[in-house]
């Protein structure tokens, strides 16, 4: 019964202190001359409003009718914060520019736990600047293609020669990059361990949109008990390989760089950098090979046009003659559908920043303090940047730009000092894949799948096809 009466007060309590913060916040605010919009339910705002549109395959209209009343940058309040969201390209691209000077990275809790504040993502200043760095110079052009391109074939198709009958896409996309991932940061081929590791890391993704307190989310408090697992796991490692590295034996991988950088990390400092780095190789890339087989096979003339361009560069070699670097140098209708799936599916749906300073901004003003959202899905998605902007159209990106506004508008990989480090390895993780699917695989879908985009982006059924050999002689 005391326990009872215990979490009652703090409920009271935690209640009471929103309700002052929430007045407070909102008297200041009216000073000020905010972005028009709507703050919604108190506490609440419009966050369920921006999850029902997200769950299903169409989320745009939560933008729209929000752009239509208010204009490009709009208030809300989402995920128990006031927030200004962004649907213009050139604030946006503000935002990126002005990172460190006047905003600051900001995600919500349950991501800030489930990653860890030593991860790349919540790291600022000049520690960010340095890991940054470290983290593209094992994911820059050279690497790729003297070290890791490689790999990135072999492990593409020893995954691919079991495939037989039904196969569920999006499950085999994400054990080739979550094995390629950890091999490129800890030296592993695949084993048990490394399948053991991604199921706990499964339940951990699953977590990031939650409430971030465990006697209100059982799918929060499995993502924190997977995260645990996940660190255990790693530490166990990292304590190994420093023994190891100590002795004199040493491998070429980012965990060798990261126990003998200058910096002197702690096991658990590394722990949630690497944390942070496999679910960036991971979740993301995989999402969009199973994205871009299924908007080729909605789209028969792309796809027909894909095989030629592979068939071609497949006649020239052995059947089990790895591809190499000027092969992947020479798959430019390739490249046109890679940029068409980052800009249509918008797996990275934009990035939260948090104002350091009451900023200025086309005439109107963010509070310091506020959280605001720059939308990379919003100007993807919008007719003025990109003709018939709802539609799978690589044919677009021939011209190269894709776009029909002067300015760059297509951002898939952020900007400014937080470029994703690993988008050129995206990139070729993705050609090298479709590569061996046409070049060996003839498919049809198995059932009809729906994409939904909440908490990630995802097909509800993990894309399940029926596959067929096609002859590899």
Known sequence: ?????????????????????????????????????????????????????????????????????????????????????????????????????????????SISNLLGKHSLLLMKGSLHKRMHSLTMSFANSSIIRDHLLVDIDRLVRLHMDSWTDRVLLMEEAKKITFELTVKQLMSFDPNEWTESLRKEYVLVIEG???????????????????????????SLVVRQRRKESESGERKNDMLEALLAGDDGFSDEEIVDFLVALLVAGYETTSTIMTLAVKFLTETPLALAQLKEEHDEIRAKKSKQEPLEWNDYKSMPFTQCVVNETLRVANIISGVFRRAMTDINIKGYTIPKGWRVFASFRAVHL???????ARSFNPWRWQNNSGATSPVNVFTPFGGGPRLCPGYELARVELSVFLHHLVTRFSWVPAEQDKLVFFPTTRTQKRYPIIVQRRNES
């Open 382 to 388: 919008d007719h003025d940047h990109f003709k018939d």
């Open 208 to 234: 990031f949109f939650t409430v971030p307190l465990p006697i209100f989310s059982t799918t929060y408090r499995r993502a924190i008990q997977a995260r645990t697992k996940v660190a255990e796991a790693l």
């Open 1 to 109: 019964m005391a326990g009872l009466t215990l979490v009652y007060d703090l409920v009271l309590y935690i209640s009471i202190s929103a309700i002052i913060f929430f007045i407070i916040k909102r008297s200041r605010s009216r000073r000020l001359r905010l972005p028009p919009g709507s703050l919604g339910l108190p506490f609440l705002g419009e966050t369920l409003q921006l999850i029902a549109a997200y769950k299903t395959e169409n989320p745009e209209p939560f933008i729209d009718v929000r752009v239509k009343r208010f204009g490009s940058i709009f208030t809300t309040h989402i995920f128990g914060e006031p927030t200004v969201f962004s649907a213009d390209p050139e604030t946006n691209r503000f935002i990126l520019q002005n990172e460190g000077k006047l905003f600051e990275c900001s995600y919500p809790g």
